[in-house]
């Protein structure tokens, strides 16, 4: 309202057009923009952007497959990265359709791939191009998506079809909403390779099948609510190898009405692009676009009608029995010009006798039917896809240069696969434009409007629900799974009786099978005609795929508090508690009082009053007990939400951070963000000087960083991936059993609720839910060596991807390594040491000293750096630095806030007495006393840390080749050198320095804060000992088996 009054915004035109087409501003020659390598590179934003890489492949025997990665950003949710695969062939019978949310995504994946290539646990889609003249280009898919769906793809482009997008430059390609293309509200761009060659195999239930073919690929983006961009989807892909090769595509949306060229309400624009290959040449690029209420005037065609529409009751739409597709357009192929058309008619057959249907696929099957229904009814979307594959012809006209008898038009058969989507009820046109006139002289009967429709909609049954407009009072539709009949009584899903709909003032109407409409008495206005508009109700399942019911309000609360802003409410819920309980506890006092002072002095009240004072009293009493309950619920509630099992260890631990915040805090450490915080912690102990990546020590620490990490993917699937640990005797290198937790990291909000709301709805025959698991975090991390000789450690920090965590090492703790033991020496021309801003942001590194010579690293040497790189690591990848970060600065300070706003109303009856010096000095006391608890709980709290560092890391020192023996002599030795951090005396006062400083300095390492080392090195011994009980009573168990 107040942006209104002072925006100082120009106003804009209601009429004015906010859909801009991709058509709009591209001419009939400039069509063919080519694409380029950011034009394919996965842009991965949040918000609400849906990203997809589609693959589709028609092979040689007639089978369809689809192969698609879907990046979706849903709201202030994590995004959920998707890899779906669908293998399907109408005329065998077979079809196979495996969805899987993946973990570990990362794009670019390592090994020198760009954006173009991403890479996570279940697949892999990585992008190659080559010196090959031919075929420039290619991806390889792999997938792994169980037991019973194996992939491994490669796509090859020909250099004659290049890649395309409509229109040339940055700009070509976008269709944009919004009154403003700079400033929209959101876009849609797709970018093809409108055929490539395919060849491959699928292993299927152990069974391995060839595939050869062709097919397309299409990178899609829509910068915008799905809901918002489109009411109805229409895509083709034909591909044929007569001519040398034929393909046509064809992708079309329509958009709601609240986008068009007139403002708001002036929707249903359709947006078709398309292209033609003949002669395994890309010779046509089409697009065009249809407004409402226009006639199409253009050269270039690019279009496809659905005729003959019935109703299908399984989905309640228009299910086109027949479609046709058109392309017209100028030859984009230099030494062929003219105009080329082409033409493909496909029967699809009818409700009883479909022609080529794969699936009818309802796309929020697989949600809980509440939420559905809560979608159907928000949103207005209800969204169908029909597929099928069918054998077809497409006629072609075109010159005479492309292929022989063009000129004069050919027909060439090959294999269609297309795809009709609905999002909205209303999208075909008959619906849309229905209005039915009601009688014009309208009865009163006993104040009762009564009318009869005149005429009804062929197609439409009694499972359709009436919005009513009379006398400019609009009846919303209420669904039908909440409605109630006139006797009060609840209505079934699946009734067709009369059903209520309520008005906006509060006015009941009845629908009685479409036939008449009346009104609960009230005297209205009484205008010449009514108007009823249909629309169909959200109540019937979709046979194909069974609605999943359940209500997810649990996770739903759960991911709300889980967060800092959960554990202030419950602050404040406290605080507010604690001002009005002592009152309402005065008030019952003093109504006891009065009750009891009456009858010892003789003065009955009468029973009014006496009944006056006991409903007070009760009253009170629920009103304390809330009073009490609710802030002890919101605690706990909070504190409940926050926990969490600790992967590879199983400790429970809180964490009181919503995604919405680690993601906060991995942006601001991704990329340089990290340095500048490292910065900030080595500066205050003077200026760094950081080794530059050139120098031998450097290239050594980073090695041996690099070698620990490529083990961490084992400890996510170690059953499958090191399924010899049981092999070697009591003297060989031991090998750690499974781990009981692997690594999982911390699901996202909206991976977690997804998996909540299929554990509810899982019957006790489906297969097992695995619960969620997202990428780990800061893989590859950073390395930072700092030259400071007189100190013999190293320190971890950080969270996030993009080298928002990372290790930095002392060269103290490298020197004390080749103090030990004489190393040989190597000459090499070390570069001088800079400052640590120039080495961190790659300054440049000069050679001015002379050359001087170097130590070559022994393996014993470097399972010592490995030993402190892997406790370092440890730190990293159980995400203590969260941990720590909610434990200080949120969960404890809450807390002692909390226990000390309850202590002082218990005693303020005792302070007041003393006026506010005393209230004041009790205020200090307790400032003090919560600093002091701080300061207890962080040393527990590193102290249990550091221990599970050590276990963890001789995991990772396993894993990765290394003797995790080595570790307990390694801090055994450490023991004499390192002081205990259970000894509050040693700290130096913190009261002057800030929280961050102090978790900084504990994170670092500092000796006054590190756990009792006797602690660690028992813990390690005792967990290499549990590795060998598990290792003899595996073999036991194996050995005992028939």
């Given at each position: 309202m107040f942006s209104s009054i002072f925006s100082t915004a120009p106003p804009v035109d209601p009429t004015a057009p906010n859909f801009h087409s991709v058509s709009s501003t591209v001419s009939e020659n400039e069509l063919f923009g080519e694409l380029e390598p950011k034009d394919t590179s996965l842009l991965c934003a949040g918000g609400f952007v849906t990203e997809t890489q589609t693959f589709y492949v028609i092979t040689e025997d007639g089978t369809s497959v689809m192969c698609q990665v879907i990046h979706s950003a849903v709201g202030v949710w994590y995004p959920t990265i998707q890899f779906t695969c669908k293998i399907a062939n109408p005329a065998k019978g077979e079809k196979i359709w495996k969805s899987v949310n993946v973990s570990n995504f990362v794009t670019p994946p390592p090994g020198g791939f760009d954006k173009r290539s991403s890479k996570a646990d279940e697949y892999s889609v990585l992008y190659k191009a080559t010196s090959d003249p031919e075929f420039p280009e290619s991806y390889t898919i792999r997938a792994n998506l169980g037991n019973d769906l194996q992939i491994s793809l490669e796509v090859t482009r020909p250099a004659s079809i290049p890649g395309y997008k409509v229109g040339k430059g940055p700009e070509g390609g976008y269709s944009y909403f919004g009154t403003d293309p700079k400033k929209a509200d959101g876009y849609v761009i797709h970018r093809f390779w409108p055929r490539f060659k395919a060849t491959g195999h699928i292993i299927r239930s152990g069974q391995a099948e060839s595939i050869k073919g062709s097919g397309m690929f299409v990178h899609a983006i829509q910068g915008m609510r799905p809901n918002l961009i489109a009411s109805a989807w229409n895509f083709a892909h034909f591909q044929s190898e007569?001519?040398?090769?034929?393909?046509?595509?064809?992708?079309?949306?329509?958009?709601?009405?609240?986008?068009?060229?007139?403002?708001?309400?002036?929707?249903?624009?359709?947006?078709?692009?398309?292209?033609?290959?003949?002669?395994?040449?890309?010779?046509?690029?089409?697009?065009?676009?249809?407004?409402?209420?226009?006639?199409?005037?253009?050269?270039?065609?690019?279009?496809?009608?659905?005729?003959?529409?019935?109703?299908?009751?399984?989905?309640?739409?228009?299910?086109?029995?027949?479609?046709?597709y058109e392309w017209k357009a100028p030859s984009v192929v230099s030494d062929a010009p003219g105009t080329i058309e082409a033409k493909l008619h496909v029967d699809l057959g009818t409700n009883e006798s479909h022609q080529g249907l794969i699936e009818k696929v309802d796309i929020l099957a697989e949600i809980p039917y509440v939420i559905k229904v809560a979608v159907n009814y928000v949103a207005g979307t209800k969204p169908y896809i029909y597929q099928w594959l069918n054998k077809t012809k497409l006629s072609i006209t075109g010159p005479e240069a492309l292929a022989p008898g063009l000129s004069s038009g050919v027909e060439v058969e090959g294999l269609l696969y297309n795809e009709a989507t609905h999002i909205y009820l209303l999208t075909n046109e008959e619906i849309l434009n229905s209005r039915i006139p009601v009688v014009k002289s309208q009865q009163q009967v006993n104040g009762t409007v009564v009318g009869t429709l005149l005429e009804t909609i062929p197609g439409l049954s009694s499972s359709y629900v009436?919005?009513?407009?009379?006398?400019?009072?609009?009846?919303?539709?209420?669904?039908?799974?909440?409605?109630?009949?006139?006797?009060?009584?609840?209505?079934?899903?699946?009734?067709?009786?009369?059903?209520?709909?309520v008005s906006t003032t509060s006015t009941i109407y009845r629908t009685?099978?479409?036939?008449?409409?009346?009104?609960?008495?009230?005297?209205?206005?009484?205008?010449?005609?009514?108007?009823?508009?249909?629309?169909?109700?959200?109540?019937?399942?979709?046979?194909?795929?069974?609605?999943?019911?359940?209500?997810?309000?649990?996770?739903?609360?759960?991911?709300?508090?889980?967060?800092?802003?959960?554990?202030?409410?419950?602050?404040?819920?406290?605080?507010?508690?604690?001002?009005?309980?002592?009152?309402?506890?005065?008030?019952?006092?003093?109504?006891?009082?009065?009750?009891?002072?009456?009858?010892?002095?003789?003065?009955p009240l009468s029973e009014e009053k006496q009944r006056r004072h006991m409903k007070m009293i009760r009253r009170t009493t629920l009103m304390l007990q809330f009073l009490l309950f609710v802030p002890f619920a919101l605690f706990w509630a909070t504190i409940t939400a926050s926990l969490e099992k600790t992967p590879l260890t199983g400790r429970w631990r809180m964490i009181l951070l919503s995604p919405e915040e680690e993601d906060e805090i991995a942006a601001k450490l991704a990329g340089p963000g990290w340095y500048h915080s490292v910065g900030e912690i080595l500066t205050e102990q003077g200026a760094p000087k950081a080794i530059p990546p050139s120098d031998w020590r450097y290239q050594w620490v980073n090695d041996t960083l690099r070698r620990l990490e490529s083990s961490i993917p084992i400890l996510s699937r170690e059953p499958e991936l090191c399924p010899k640990w049981m092999e070697g005797g009591e003297d060989s290198r031991p090998l750690p059993p499974p781990a009981k937790f692997p690594l999982r990291p911390r699901p996202r909000a909206s991976e977690y609720l997804h998996w909540v709301c299929k554990k509810m709805c899982k019957s006790d025959d489906d297969a097992e839910?695995?619960?969620?698991?997202?990428?780990?975090?800061?893989?590859?991390?950073?390395?930072?060596?700092?030259?400071?000789?007189?100190?013999?450690?190293?320190?971890?920090?950080?969270?996030?991807?993009?080298?928002?965590?990372?290790?930095?090492?002392?060269?103290?703790?490298?020197?004390?390594?080749?103090?030990?033991?004489?190393p040989e020496l190597q000459s090499t021309p070390p570069p001088a040491p800079k400052s640590f801003w120039?080495?961190?942001?790659?300054?440049?590194?000069?050679?001015?000293?002379?050359?001087?010579?170097?130590?070559?690293?022994?393996?014993?040497?470097?399972?010592?750096?490995?030993?402190?790189?892997?406790?370092?690591?440890?730190?990293?990848?159980?995400?203590?630095?969260?941990?720590?970060?909610?434990?200080?600065?949120?969960?404890?300070?809450?807390?002692?806030?909390?226990?000390?706003?309850?202590?002082?109303?218990?005693?303020?009856?005792?302070?007041?007495?003393?006026?506010p010096f005393v209230n004041d000095a009790v205020a200090?006391?307790?400032?003090?006393?919560?600093?002091?608890?701080?300061?207890?709980?962080?040393?527990?709290?590193?102290?249990?840390?550091?221990?599970?560092?050590?276990?963890?890391?001789?995991?990772?020192?396993?894993?990765?080749?290394?003797?995790?023996?080595?570790?307990?002599?390694?801090?055994?030795?450490?023991?004499?050198?390192?002081?205990?951090?259970?000894?509050?005396?040693?700290?130096?006062?913190?009261?002057?320095?800030?929280?961050?400083?102090?978790?900084?300095?504990?994170?670092?390492?500092?000796?006054?804060?590190?756990?009792?080392?006797?602690?660690?090195?028992?813990?390690?011994k005792e967990e290499l000992a549990r590795w060998e009980s598990e290792r003899r009573k595996a073999i036991a168990e194996s050995s005992s088996l028939p």
């Open positions: 007569e001519l040398g090769g034929v393909s046509a595509i064809q992708m079309e949306f329509t958009t709601t009405e609240t986008y068009g060229k007139h403002g708001s309400g002036s929707g249903g624009v359709v947006v078709n692009i398309g292209s033609l290959v003949i002669g395994d040449k890309l010779a046509a690029v089409t697009t065009e676009t249809k407004w409402p209420g226009e006639t199409s005037s253009g050269s270039v065609v690019s279009r496809a009608s659905q005729l003959k529409p019935e109703h299908d009751p399984d989905t309640s739409y228009q299910k086109p029995s027949e479609i046709e009436l919005s009513c407009t009379m006398s400019s009072r609009i009846a919303r539709i209420v669904p039908k799974p909440i409605l109630r009949r006139s006797d009060r009584r609840s209505i079934s899903r699946r009734q067709h009786s009369s059903l209520a709909l009685n099978n479409l036939s008449q409409i009346s009104r609960i008495p009230y005297q209205p206005r009484i205008s010449t005609s009514t108007v009823l508009s249909l629309r169909p109700i959200l109540h019937r399942a979709f046979h194909s795929t069974p609605p999943s019911n359940g209500v997810p309000l649990i996770p739903i609360l759960a991911s709300f508090l889980k967060a800092s802003a959960g554990f202030e409410l419950a602050r404040v819920a406290s605080r507010i508690a604690l001002t009005f309980i002592p009152i309402l506890w005065f008030r019952n006092v003093r109504s006891h009082k009065m009750i009891k002072y009456a009858a010892l002095h003789g003065f839910v695995l619960p969620p698991v997202g990428p780990i975090p800061g893989v590859p991390y950073s390395l930072l060596v700092v030259e400071k000789p007189e100190s013999s450690n190293a320190f971890s920090y950080g969270f996030g991807p993009e080298g928002g965590s990372g290790i930095v090492v002392y060269t103290g703790f490298l020197d004390e390594i080749f103090a030990r033991h004489p120039s080495s961190a942001f790659g300054g440049l590194f000069s050679n001015s000293q002379p050359a001087p010579s170097h130590p070559i690293p022994t393996s014993e040497q470097t399972a010592e750096l490995a030993i402190l790189l892997a406790h370092e690591m440890a730190h990293l990848l159980l995400s203590h630095h969260l941990e720590s970060l909610s434990s200080v600065n949120i969960i404890i300070p809450g807390t002692l806030s909390i226990a000390s706003d309850i202590i002082r109303v218990l005693i303020f009856p005792i302070t007041m007495l003393f006026g200090q006391l307790g400032k003090v006393g919560s600093g002091e608890l701080l300061k207890i709980s962080e040393y527990c709290s590193s102290t249990h840390q550091e221990i599970e560092a050590d276990v963890v890391s001789a995991r990772l020192l396993a894993h990765a080749g290394f003797d995790a023996r080595d570790a307990i002599r390694f801090w055994e030795h450490r023991s004499g050198e390192e002081a205990e951090c259970a000894k509050p005396g040693k700290h130096e006062p913190m009261d002057n320095v800030s929280t961050s400083s102090r978790v900084a300095r504990q994170i670092m390492g500092d000796n006054s804060t590190h756990p009792v080392n006797e602690l660690r090195v028992n813990s390690l």
